[in-house]
């Protein structure tokens, strides 16, 4: 494992990132912006590529409403930002979305934001590392040629990464997000520089071909559903702004102040990055089809199935700066790059979602436990898992894929901005200080209209793209939501069935007297042990217990008892079947009758070995016996461990697996540590 | 599972058989005689055909030497037999051909011989089934057409049912096999009654076919070798023949004479039928060819590739019969199911051979206790992966696959026969009694010559199958080999590690006090258990540890703790990264540092529940706990377990399971019930 992802890691994330441990201390603004930001910001590097995608069905002459279309999508996002600034107020823990529903709404909403926020997580790998090869192959034209493997291949990466635990830090996002930022930033400069005042002429690649209309001259309600299924592409830009809120704790103080100008700044870079990028696809003449190899001409021909539709922003960055040339290529890597830290994200917000929703109990506990790889571990893998059968399925095709993305995040943003206004109206039930009621009913003005407005968005996304894929995300939602809803009702109803009865002794029998009982296969040193450690234990009746499988065997270890003096009864059990389970378990039920209330404790001698092939050859019989009698009521069950030397091997590993760093700790913040319970404290009471 | 399986098996095996409990009884000689001899007998099956296509290489002209063949087979068959008479009657104990070589000529020989024999089952399961495949597909050409499909369902089929642990019949077997040999028997006498008394020309469907000889003219040497090769094919007949010898304990009294006669009518059933089938297939014109789609020919033009070779059992039983009589498809039927039974024979013979070999260490001990469903599950997939594998490379061509069959069985019949011949030498040593002696002496010069002629084969089978593919069987035989000796030399170094010292207290530090801590999440009912039994155990102190996971839960136990006034002191852990274990084990190191001389006993509360998929939603920290507490020297690890309601299901299945039968029990007899350790004794010392 180390040597397998060592280079590419290297390559990734520079070798001296290693040291850097931001995980143990809070963010300023300069390094949160980059860590919460590369996703939102990413996205328009795909977004406005999708709005040009969508007019091209009424024809070319549908572009002009681009500008509307960009301005409806600058207006939304201004929204949202505005709505989410009150969230981080009003919730600076860290719950984001999730938190706020369940709180205002009730647990359903809650777990409907959850669900949500889960299948986007999926699709945010999905989407992101499809137009990051995307991007990628405008440059290096054979990763586009083999864009599923090259797409699963970063998955793959990704996902050993994580599972591996790489710290995340903040440099690692800051480099690339802001060659990004700054990449795109100069291209607007410079292309409106060589436009207006140069007066050159630049031409995107595409700028020669005519785009044939899949229904030309479209009119009235087609028209206008058309313009909205391009705004709900658009859309795909706001994706990411909520994860901010989770990372509210991440912060430096004055941690909601600082958090909310991040989203400030954040939504300010996003607008004009998206506007600078959809005005210079009009002046460069990019011309981008739904269907390219049909609807693309060239002198009047179709170019063919194997004309490769590059992105909106790398045939910008092509007409501005010129193919192949430096800033070019820059540009593009930095662009799959901040797309592929996107990804990453997905695999550092997915089981941080995980913990807060296991703490609810609707995923399993173990989640909850920071730096729990296991738990951690099979999250991750689940999502790679789905988002590498997405982009298998969708042939790892961005604008398939964008699709099914903005359902997820528009039902977060609309329960969780209703929940604010239900958040407000609670408090101003209570409140009577005048200043903080008007700061109140602002706030709940912004989160109405936020709430408004992209319920709406939510309705025109799922009617417009309903059967263009977002059933396929509403599915995923269900899952997630049943899933969790039989968890939560599993531990109920356990937590029911085990609650401690008020009155000590209700019904539970108070047990009298203990009788151990010892396994013993032959005398050896982990048998010796086991006897010792029994003896220390000083239970009421003490006995060793052997299973006659082999009668010559039984006969050695009589004798050698005998030689040996130990004083401990044994006892043999007889087995005409070889088995041993089965006499043990019966012994051990007719201890239990013969006195019901006495309880028996099973001793078991156990090998610790080092490796899983030689646990094969070991303690097998010992460990379904343990299986079994668990069982068994009123048996407690002990193994002595005998460590062998080869199980040294297996404690450095175990060793070496405590370093390491569950992914998203950076954006959660520090735990908290607790100053009421000090370590080490006894109360005996 | 149950469901799945149900349908087929009653198709198989019928549903009144089901209460037939042979494997608790002994078995008399004609129920003995089908449960051994479906495996040798079914070679019969497929053998002659092998010898008439080797001998098509050189043309016709060749097809006049499979008399002599047969001839050779004959004596050799003979003499195998009557060389394991011998082996029969001096070890009956069940051992067969492994414990005979094991002991007189050493370790290597018998692993060897293991070695041989495992891979042989692999290929009696291959071969088997593949040549059953293509009996049938000559009454139902479907079958033959997906041959490949056909034969793996049928291995799935097969796997299926002995994973369910299949009580296996003695009717089972005696009805097709009885059938079988009737049916083979009728053949021959009415093909002799109506070519020697009606003078009927009997013609095999092939009779009219030309063979293009490979090798036209072949002569001297080369033509020695074919002959060669052809007898080492036909040397297939004699497979299965040294299972009898395993099986001893499973006869009626006198055990070793009634193995005896039953093996010597095997022999003679054998030979007859194998002898009858090449005659008939010489009077009614049988055309085989390596590669019938060039080397046959109809009216001067190969036959081409969709030509399918029907087995030389089923153009006889065409040409006898007629083509489509119901003797003719019930005939095929029978030859189909005993070859399945023969391939059954090897999921019997693998766990048991394994059983024995786990009594010497060289498999993982569990192997050695019956109706261990688990062990012999893996067992049984192996065998299954193994034959599927072969299937699915070899194409279930049956002609392929023999050319590696061969191999094990002749090494085991050449080390099996010189062990024998040893193991005369050393009782003559000894032995004075003239008739003994004599006896003696007889049976060595028959092993002698047993192991020579044997010997002689092997050389043989050696030289003519190589390169045909004897080689991959060698390469299984080495896997075996070294996987059985890596598994010993580290039983045998465990061993010596754990051996107990000879002097009592020779380096074991005697433990002085126990301190148990009993780990607490809630106060609940598995909890209150635990401390109640915790309590009764009187260790030298007890306390109640918890990980202060969330201060707010922490608090909240501490409350009630001093609530309910539980007389255990509370230690609180502090855990600022919510992990749960390290705390723990830091803490039982620490107290193992204050005091090294004592025991820590850590006591965990654990649920039971009954499905796997509600495991992992508990126990999953408990059960790291555990794991890693086990590393911990002076640790014993005590689990209270709670039985929620849900594990009745649990363990309703877990009674199920150990009603289940392991495969391979009818043919190993019944287990040895023993005198000297009469149950429930009890023996203080």
Redesign the interface.
Known sequence: MSKLTDVPKRILIGRALRSDRLGETLLPKRVALPVFASDPLSSVAYAPGEVLLVLSVAGLSAYHFSPWIAAAVVVLMLTVVASYRQNVHAYPSGGGDYEVAGTNLGRRAGLTVASALLVDYVLTVAVSISAGIENLGSAVPFVVEHKVACAIGVIVLLTLMNLRGVKESGTLFAIPTYVFVTGIFAMIAWGAFRGLVLGDEMRAPTADLEIEPEHPGLAGFALVFLLLRAFSSGCAALTGVEALSNGVPAFRRPKARNAATTLALMGLLAVTMFCGIIALAAVTKVRMAENPAEDLLRDGTPVGADYIQHPVISQVAEAVFGHGSVLFILLAAATALVLFLAANTAYNGFPLLGSILA?DRYL???L?????R??FSNGIVLLAGAAGLLVWVYGADSTRLIQLYIVGVFVAFTLSQSGMVRHWNRLLATETDRTARRHMIRSRAINAFGACLTGLVLVVVLVTKFTHGAWVALLGMCIFYGTMTA?RR??DR??E?????EA?GDD?V?????HSVVLVSK???????AL??AK????DSLEALTV????EE??DL?EE??R????V??????S???????PVIEYVKSLRRESPRD?V?V?IP???VGHWY?H???N??AL?L?G????T?G???????????S?EA??RR?RKR?EWTAPGSVRRGP?E??K??????????
């Open positions: 703490q399993p506990r173990q909850h436990t920071r730096g729990d296991l738990a968890i599993h531990y356990v937590f069935e085990i609650a401690a009865p000590p539970m108070r047990p009298s007297r203990v005398i050896h040193r982990p048998a010796l042990r010792a450690y220390l234990m000083r239970s006659n499988v082999d009668p039984t006969r009589r008892w005998e040996r003096g130990i004083d009864p044994l006892k043999v059990l007889d005409p079947y070889r088995e041993i389970t089965r309880v404790s001793i156990e090998y610790v030689e094969l050859l070991h097998q019989s379904r343990k079994r009698l668990l069982f009521p048996v407690m069950v002990t193994s002595v461990p005998y460590q062998l030397r199980s297996a404690k175990a405590q735990a540590r607790t009421e319970t000090p370590a080490n404290s006894r109360s005996d009471t």
